[in-house]
Each structure stands twice: as C-alpha cells, then as structure tokens.
C-alpha cells in the first residue's frame, strides 16, 4: 500500500505541452507514473511522443504517445484518469484546479510556485467543496517509489521501503530521502511551504497512521506558522508509530521572512525552537540537521528490531 498516489493511479497533466511540463512528464513515466494524458485546450486531439529509455513500467525503448485533451473532464472520461498534476504558469492555476476539481478528479497536485495567496484560498476552498484532495500548491509533488511519482521528486534516490514522509521543504525531501535510501520510503508528500496548502501535515500523519506498510514517519518543518505545533498535538493524542522531526530555520532572525513563504515567524509559535519543543513533548524525536535526523530515524528502527 502507499498514500495518495499507486502504481494503480492514472496521471493527467496540466500544462504537459510547456516547457516544465514536457520535461517532468518524461521524468514522471520513467519512474513507471501511468501518465494517461496532457490536457491544453489548444493541441486537443494531438499527442506528444516522450522517448524514455529506461522506463520503469515497461513501456521504455520506442517513444510513448502521450495524447492531449481539452480539458480535465475529457481526459478523465476518455483515459479513467484519478489524478492531476499542474504545471500551469500562476495566473492560469486557479482556473486549472478549479476545472480539475469540477471535473471530479481524486487528487490535484499543484507543482506551479508564485500563485497568489488569494487564488489559493479560492481554488482550494472549492477543491475541497467537490470532494478534490489538493497537495500543494508550490509544493514538489507526491511519490511512492517503484510505483509512481506525480511532481518533479527525483525517482532515483531512493527505493521502496517502510518509512513515511511529509515535509514542508522540497529539498529537504530530496535529502532526506537520499540520506535514508537503504531503507526507503512507502510514500513521500511534500506538502509545499506556501501559507495555505491543501494537504497539511496531519492530514498525511493521519494516512500514514493507517498505512500498514508504513513503519515510522518523518516529519519536515520550518519557521512560521504554526503547523507543527499542530501536528504535534495530533500525533500525541492520535498517532502510535514513532515520527522523528526536522525543523528548519534555527538560525533564523526572528520576523524575517524565509525562501518560503509561509515560513515567517509570528511571534513564540513560528520559532523552531518553539515547534521543536512542541514535537518533542509529543514523544517526537526531533534532529539539529538533517543527517542527525537520519541518524535518529535508523536508532528507532534498530532500536524496534
């Protein structure tokens, strides 16, 4: 099993015929991603070959025909697609999520960075009416290894295993799944470090709860916000697994906003030592750098047996 996103799942993508779009599409089916379409309303009814070498489901050797729809609902009719990825520049994505969740797909994973705050508010708000799971937006995407990636996660990093990550920061994604690659992962999310964003840390520390391939759970923070703080009074009340924790931005000035921007300290909540000495009274296992932090997650593993 995994969370959010299968080897079973049957990917769109928003915005595949632009530049970032071709790119990480290729990227995505090498990983084995059963990307079933494109959606641009002006190439509807074309399709875009994508040479892939070393695809990992198969399909690699001849180029695969990718076709393009017009729209999220004639992609979803045509292909059975229940997941979209969004690669569309920002002043076109609120409309992007809000046809992708008015077309009833599962789960909309918002990649495009520089979306105005206010748009999310709306998109989002809206996904959540029709029933549509947004990751992001800003965010890196979603990944199961060996079965599927949707976002630009690297793919080659890593390899399935048992540990569960969610993290606000897309490299601190990548290294910590590099630096944890010999156990590997069951899903990693991230989440995106905007200051509203669909799915939220207890949102994935709920999933993973309840995924029975997932053995322990790595939470990523950062200054700003008060998420962790949340997260950390749900895992104390709701979550058995063991999490170790990571919360970036120690030496940080206070009240200076950070590379995201949902990272700006608000007074004693936004500080990390504040989220850091949350997390540890909730039994959280919290690292000083990201290395340290895999050096905990590989004491609790040896520890359990």
Same mark, same amino acid.
């Given at each position: ?17 632009? #530049? ?5 599409? %290729? ?12 959606? &641009? ?10 040479? /892939? $070498?070393?695809?990992? &489901? ?22 059975? *697609? ?6 569309? $520049? ?12 008015? *077309? ?5 994973? /918002? ?16 996904? %959540? %009416? ?7 937006? &800003? ?7 060996? !079965?599927? &990636?949707?976002?630009?996660?690297? *793919? ?7 540990? #569960? ?17 010999? =156990? ?38 950062? =200054? ?14 709701? /979550? ?14 206070? #009240? ?7 990272? =700006? ?7 990390? %030592? *504040? ?8 039994? /959280?296992?919290? #690292? ?7 050096? !905990? ?9």
């Amino acid at each position: 099993m995994a969370i959010h996103l299968t080897k079973e799942s049957k990917v769109l993508v928003q915005g595949m015929t632009g #530049g970032e779009g071709m790119k990480h599409t %290729r990227r995505m089916l090498a990983a084995g991603t059963n990307v079933v379409g494109g959606v &641009n309303p002006r190439k509807a009814g074309r399709s875009v070959d994508f040479d /892939v $070498p070393q695809c990992l &489901n198969g399909l690699g050797g001849t180029p695969i025909a990718v076709p393009v729809f017009g729209s999220v609902a004639e992609g979803m009719d045509a292909t059975g *697609a229940d997941v979209t990825v969004v690669f569309v $520049p920002p002043a076109f994505a609120k409309a992007a999520v809000t046809e992708a969740a008015d *077309a009833g797909i599962g789960l909309a994973v /918002v990649i495009t960075e520089g979306i105005p705050v206010h748009d999310s508010v709306a998109f989002l708000a809206h996904a %959540r %009416r029709k029933g549509t799971r947004v990751i992001g937006p &800003n965010c890196p995407g979603v990944i199961t290894p060996g !079965q599927s &990636n949707a976002g630009i996660i690297p *793919a080659d990093i890593t390899k399935p295993g048992r540990i #569960g990550l969610v993290s606000k920061s897309g490299t601190l994604t990548y290294q910590l799944m590099y630096e944890l690659r010999d =156990i590997g992962f069951s899903t990693c999310v991230g989440i995106g470090g905007d200051p509203v964003v669909g799915t939220t840390h207890i949102d994935c520390l709920a999933a993973f709860q309840d995924d029975p391939d997932t053995d322990l759970i790595v939470l990523i923070g950062e =200054i700003g916000g008060d998420a962790e703080e949340r997260a950390a009074a749900y895992i104390r009340d709701h /979550v058995t697994k063991p999490v170790v924790g990571y919360i970036a931005g120690f030496t940080a000035p206070e #009240g200076r906003t950070m590379g995201h921007a949902g990272a =700006i300290v608000s007074g004693s909540s936004g500080t990390a %030592r *504040a989220k850091r000495e949350a997390l540890e009274a909730a039994g /959280v296992r919290v #690292g000083a750098t990201p290395t340290e932090t895999a050096r !905990q997650v590989l004491a609790v593993l040896n520890a359990d047996g």
